[in-house]
């Protein structure tokens, strides 16, 4: 058994829904258009919160894209 408590767990989409307060298809979007660290595991989307905490603070999650001017 790990009994390394300083391990992350991963986070499921609905538990990243409520962090972020956004809609799926905002985060999907953002996993798909900006980076958003995401991982697929089978057919779940699974986050690390601090991986997610970091992107959001690099100013990535509010970088414009040429789509979005037009």
Same mark, same amino acid.
């Given at each position: 058994?790990?009994?390394?408590?300083?391990?992350?767990?991963?986070?499921?989409?609905?538990?990243?829904?409520?962090?972020?307060?956004?809609?799926?298809?905002?985060?999907?979007? &953002?996993?798909?258009?900006?980076?958003?660290? &995401?991982?697929?595991?089978?057919?779940?989307?699974?986050?690390?919160?601090?991986?997610?905490?970091?992107?959001?603070?690099?100013?990535?999650?509010? &970088?414009?894209?040429?789509?979005?001017?037009?």
């Amino acid at each position: 058994m790990n009994n390394d408590t300083n391990t992350e767990k991963w986070k499921s989409m609905p538990d990243l829904l409520d962090y972020l307060d956004m809609s799926r298809e905002a985060v999907l979007e &953002a996993i798909a258009k900006r980076g958003m660290p &995401a991982h697929k595991v089978g057919r779940l989307w699974k986050f690390k919160f601090s991986e997610v905490d970091e992107w959001i603070k690099s100013g990535k999650a509010g &970088a414009k894209l040429e789509d979005d001017e037009k």
